[in-house]
């Protein structure tokens, strides 16, 4: 399958900084690509739909100057926690979706790991 | 909200036997697809069963889908401690910028 790279694999951070992830598709041109946020023992939940060269796409509840979504690029997609705090400690997961002729599949980066001290 | 909706929720098998996961959904999809995730990993694209389809394999696995009951059911035969995994069922609904609605996942547990 497709390679999804997502950086970095770990953050710690201090309360009120701002984390950077970034998500690439390695070996196709995503237009597309997901973040998702899981919490242990949970499934995905859908934070937003990131579009290359447009504004991403946010899911209900989620707080866009909160999670800040840039795609510049057909191969990559970054997601900025801003402010962070304790709360926003999860695992942050990116996907790109690719398009095939039997459909969309998404290949997934092997998730972010936030810890906000 | 989530539209797949997997059972069991956890399974404990003996190495080398078959597990069987079951996957319900309520809207008309375009396919319907499997992931695993290890522990602390992303996912992991196993396999994808269009609307059409009724069968599909990929080596140790086999996945079933009824439509009339909106419901798949993924198999894997003789199970390895490596199969170790959480396997999500996701759908892909109609419209031309679907995205994927996973479920809540199935914990596997293979006792070597």
């Known amino acids: 399958g497709a390679v999804v790279s997502q950086h970095p694999s770990w953050v710690i951070c201090k309360s009120g900084t701002s984390v950077k992830i970034e998500c690439r598709s390695l070996?196709?041109?995503?237009?597309?690509m997901f973040w998702y946020r899981q919490f242990p023992k949970q499934s995905l939940m859908l934070m937003a739909t990131s579009n290359e060269g447009s504004k991403a796409t946010y899911e209900q509840g989620v707080e866009k100057d909160k999670f800040l979504i840039n795609h510049a690029s057909l191969t990559l997609s970054t997601l900025t926690v801003t402010s962070a705090h304790p709360e926003d400690s999860s695992f942050y997961i990116c996907?790109?979706?690719?398009?095939?002729?039997?459909?969309?599949?998404?290949?997934f980066g092997a998730g972010t790991r936030l810890s906000v001290l | 909200s989530q539209q797949g909706e997997e059972d069991p929720q956890a399974l404990s098998i003996q190495e080398g036997e078959n597990a069987t996961m079951n996957c319900s959904y309520k809207t008309s999809i375009n396919n319907l697809q499997w992931y695993r995730q290890n522990s602390g990993r992303g996912l992991v694209h196993l396999i994808l069963?269009?609307?059409?389809?009724r069968e599909k394999h990929s080596g140790r696995l086999r996945v079933t889908l009824d439509t009339s009951k909106k419901s798949s059911s993924l198999l894997i035969t003789a199970s390895r401690a490596a199969d170790t995994a959480s396997y999500f069922c996701a759908t892909d609904g109609t419209g031309a910028n679907s995205k994927l609605t996973f479920g809540k996942g199935i914990t596997l547990s293979v006792r070597p």
């Open positions: 069963i269009r609307s059409n389809e």
């Open positions: 996907s790109a979706r690719w398009t095939s002729g039997r459909g969309n599949i998404q290949y």
């Open positions: 070996d196709f041109q995503a237009t597309t």
